[in-house]
């Protein structure tokens, strides 16, 4: 960890510059980014980063990959409903900062990671983490996570209230729309018109919520079309 740097209140002034302007204004949802650390989701080299209005690199080529940045995973939880426990599958989760997040909001949270490295860190991520609030360092009922090809989903589990896939997508897979309750929602960022941040239903059809951009996320971007 980064000696001398005020991570609590960095966290602070994340919520008032970039959440609460995109009218981000949920407590529960605000609670959980002021309560986890951000930095114990990435490497040292970037903690100094982490709390920038932007994706920060989390792999680097062949496969890059980022950790978005804290105002876009804020706005597709913003189309979660936290209420009632929910069971959320989390897909391609990086280091694992999105799943602490919804861990916190008392979802039941499923990932999935296919890169093994980044599955690897996060676990180590996560040790530190519940070891930091609660104690001990073994994961509960209300996470489990899996190291897979991120497009398959997790299809031998009970359905899912929501799906999100965190990173950029041209197409939504009918296999993970299977994977939905009847009033279950799949949320990510779609990489065609409308760019954005969206939600889509059991029966492919898509609501563009707001304007996002982000890089694509491996397997999701073969050409696929939605009526909107």
Do not use: W
Not at 13 to 39: D, S
């Amino acid at each position: 960890m980064l000696a001398g740097v005020d991570f609590n209140h960095m966290r602070t002034q994340m919520i008032k510059g970039q959440l609460q302007p995109q009218k981000i204004v949920n407590p529960a949802i605000l609670g959980a980014f002021q309560k986890v650390p951000r930095e114990f989701f990435l490497d040292s080299h970037y903690q100094n980063l982490g709390y920038l209005d932007k994706d920060i690199p989390i792999t680097k080529e062949p496969s890059p990959r980022v950790l978005l940045s804290a105002r876009k995973i804020a706005k597709l939880f913003n189309l979660i409903d936290f209420r009632n426990t929910p069971k959320i599958l989390i897909i391609g989760f990086g280091t694992g900062y999105s799943l602490a997040l919804a861990y916190e909001l008392g979802a039941k949270v499923y990932g999935i990671e296919g890169n093994n490295l980044l599955y690897s860190f996060a676990q180590m991520a996560f040790q530190r983490y519940f070891d930091h609030f609660y104690g001990q360092t073994n994961f509960d009922d209300f996470l489990f996570i899996e190291n897979d090809i991120l497009t398959k989903g997790l299809p031998d589990h009970e359905l899912f209230d929501y799906i999100l896939v965190e990173g950029g997508i041209g197409y939504v897979p009918e296999n993970l729309l299977t994977q939905l309750r009847p009033q279950g929602k799949l949320v990510s960022i779609y990489l065609k018109e409308p760019l954005g941040i969206f939600s889509c239903t059991k029966e492919g059809h898509m609501h563009h919520d707001s304007f996002e951009r982000t890089m694509p996320l491996t397997g999701f971007t073969e050409e696929k079309i939605f009526s909107l």
